[in-house]
C-alpha cells in the first residue's frame, strides 16, 4: 500500500516538474526571439548611427583644430661682384671658348626672379593640457635655371622649381598648466626656425623661442620650457638637425645639408619694462655635437665624401625693446660667439689632379686653392646684429638691419627663414626696408639688402677662411598675406 502512494506521489510529482520544464522552455524560446528580433534592430540601428557617429567624431576633432594660411609672392633683383680669392687660380673652359677663373674675378647679373611661398599653419586645443602644433611649406620659383650659387662663376640648374615639406609637428604637454612655475614638454618636428629678431623684419611674431643669431635650424626631438613666474622662462632642448627639401629656399642652390647633427642646448629669457617699453633679455648656449654636414660647394660636388669634424658651442646674449616712443619705435642688438672643438679629420675638396678636376681622393674637386680643405675651424668666430623697426603710422613702418660675421663665425642658422641666411656671413650686410599694410591680414614690403663678403666660407664649418672680396645686391617686393 505504502509503495502505491510512493509511486503515486511520485508520478504527480514528475508530472509538475515536466510541466515546469515545458513552461521553462517555452519561455526561454519566446526570451529568444525576443532577443534576436532587438539584436537585429539594433544591428539596423547601428549601420544607421555609425556614419553619423563617426561625422561627429571627425568634426569634433576638425572642431579642436585651427587652419591659418599664409601666402607670400615675391619679386627679387640680384647682382653678384667678385674679384680676387687670396690664393685661388681655378680655371674652366667656357661656351664663349676662354678659359677663365671658375671661382673668382666674375660677375653675375641675374634675371629678375618671381616666387610664391604658401604655408598652412595648424593649431589644436586637444585637451586642457596638451596643444597640437603645425606647419606645412610649399614654394615655387622661376628660380630653375638661375641660382644664386655665388661660389661659381658656373649657372646652376635644376629639375624642379618647387618644393613641399612639413617643417612643424609637435604637441605641448603642460600638467600643471596654469601656475606660475607650468612646466611644458614638447616633442615632435620642433619650432626652432624664426627666433627674435629675425621676425621684427618679417612684420610677424617670433616663431622660435630660441635666438637666431645662436640656432636657427630645422630639427626633429624634445623641448623642455619651466616657466619662472610671469615674465622668466628657461629652456632646454635635445634635437637632432635636418634639411629642409632643398628647393624649399629657392634662390640658393642648397643650405648646409645636415647629416643628424645632435643638439643640446640651455636657453634664459626675461620680459621687463625698459625706457617704458616691452623688453625681452635672452641669453643661451648652443651645442652642435658630431657635425657632419656638407656646404654647397658648387654644381658638381656633393655630400658623399664629409665627415664628422667635431662640435661647435655657440654662446649668445640678445635684448629687444619694443614699444617706445608711444608705441613708434622697436630696437634690437644681439651678439653671439662659437667656440668650435675640431676632431682632426678633414673634409677635402681641393683639386689636385687639374686635368681632370678632381681631389685626392680621386672625386670631383671644388678649388685648387687652400681653403677648400680642412678640419673643423679651430679659431673662435664673433658676429652682432642690430636693427631699428619705426611706426609711422598704424599703416606704414621702415626698419633698417646689419649685421657683421667675423672671419672664423659660423652661426647655426642652416634652417633659417631669411632665404639669403644672412646671419652666416663672414663680413657685413645692410637691409632696409618699408612695410605698407593696406589691409588688417595683407601687406605689402619693399627692401634692399646689400651683403660684402670679406673672408671665404660663411656658412662652413671647415678650413681656413681667406681673404675674399665679393658684394651682393638684392632688390626686393613682396606681398603677403596672413590670416
Not at 167 to 173: E, G, H, L, P, T
Not at 336 to 363: E, F, H, L, M
Request: net charge negative; charged share 25%.
Amino acid at each position: 500500500m505504502i509503495k502505491k502512494i510512493f509511486a503515486s506521489m511520485l508520478f504527480v510529482t514528475f508530472s509538475y516538474a515536466q510541466n515546469n520544464v515545458n513552461e521553462k522552455i517555452e519561455q526561454l524560446e519566446l526570451q529568444i526571439k525576443e532577443l534576436k528580433k532587438q539584436t537585429a534592430a539594433n544591428t539596423a540601428d547601428l549601420n544607421e548611427y555609425i556614419p553619423v557617429i563617426e561625422a561627429s567624431e571627425t568634426q569634433s576633432l576638425l572642431d579642436k583644430l585651427d587652419f591659418l594660411p599664409e601666402l607670400e609672392i615675391r619679386m627679387d633683383k640680384m647682382d653678384y661682384k667678385l674679384g680676387k680669392i687670396e690664393g685661388e687660380n681655378t680655371t674652366a673652359d667656357y661656351p664663349d671658348g676662354l678659359n677663365q677663373q671658375r671661382r673668382d674675378e666674375f660677375k653675375k647679373d641675374f634675371d629678375p626672379a618671381v616666387a610664391v611661398k604658401f604655408k598652412l599653419n595648424l593649431f589644436g586645443d586637444i585637451n586642457k593640457y596638451t596643444k597640437f602644433n603645425g606647419r606645412f611649406v610649399f614654394t615655387m620659383s622661376t628660380q630653375s635655371h638661375q641660382r644664386l650659387c655665388i661660389l661659381s662663376r658656373d649657372i646652376k640648374s635644376v629639375s624642379s622649381s618647387s618644393g613641399f615639406d612639413l617643417d612643424r609637428a609637435y604637441i605641448d604637454f603642460t600638467p600643471n598648466i596654469g601656475s606660475d612655475y607650468a612646466f611644458t614638454f614638447s616633442f615632435g618636428v620642433l619650432p626652432t626656425t624664426g627666433g627674435t629678431p629675425m621676425n621684427f623684419a618679417l612684420n610677424t611674431e617670433r616663431k622660435s623661442m630660441f635666438p637666431a643669431l645662436v640656432f636657427d635650424m630645422d630639427t626633429y626631438g624634445l623641448i623642455g620650457t619651466q616657466k619662472l613666474g610671469s615674465n622668466n622662462f628657461f629652456r632646454v632642448i635635445a634635437a637632432k638637425a635636418y634639411t629642409l627639401n632643398p628647393s624649399i629656399y629657392p634662390y640658393q642652390c642648397n643650405r648646409e645639408n645636415i647629416d643628424n647633427a645632435n643638439i643640446l642646448g640651455a636657453y634664459y629669457d626675461t620680459k621687463f619694462k625698459l625706457f617704458s617699453g616691452e623688453s625681452l633679455l635672452s641669453f643661451g648656449v648652443n651645442y652642435l655635437g658630431d657635425f657632419k654636414a656638407h656646404p654647397y660647394l658648387g654644381p658638381d660636388v656633393n655630400a658623399d665624401d664629409a665627415n664628422i669634424l667635431g662640435d661647435i658651442f655657440t654662446y649668445g646674449l640678445g635684448l629687444d625693446v619694443r614699444d617706445l616712443l608711444n608705441d613708434k619705435l622697436t630696437f634690437f642688438i644681439h651678439t653671439a660667439i662659437s667656440n668650435p672643438d675640431a676632431n682632426g679629420k678633414i673634409d677635402d675638396y681641393q683639386i689636385v689632379n687639374v686635368a681632370n678636376g678632381t681631389t685626392i681622393r680621386g672625386t670631383i674637386g671644388f678649388s685648387e686653392a687652400d681653403y677648400a680643405k680642412g678640419t673643423m675651424l679651430k679659431k673662435d668666430g664673433y658676429s652682432f646684429y642690430v636693427g631699428m623697426k619705426y611706426n609711422i603710422n598704424d599703416n606704414f613702418n621702415f626698419g633698417a638691419e646689419y649685421n657683421q660675421g667675423s672671419k672664423y663665425w659660423f652661426s647655426a642658422t642652416q634652417g633659417a627663414e631669411d632665404m639669403y641666411n644672412k646671419l652666416a656671413t663672414r663680413g657685413n650686410v645692410s637691409e632696409v626696408y618699408g612695410i605698407y599694410k593696406f589691409h588688417k591680414d595683407i601687406f605689402a614690403k619693399l627692401g634692399f639688402m646689400y651683403t660684402n663678403e670679406d673672408y671665404t666660407g660663411s656658412g662652413w664649418h671647415f678650413g681656413k677662411p681667406t681673404k675674399k672680396d665679393a658684394t651682393q645686391k638684392v632688390s626686393y617686393l613682396s606681398i603677403k598675406a596672413e590670416f
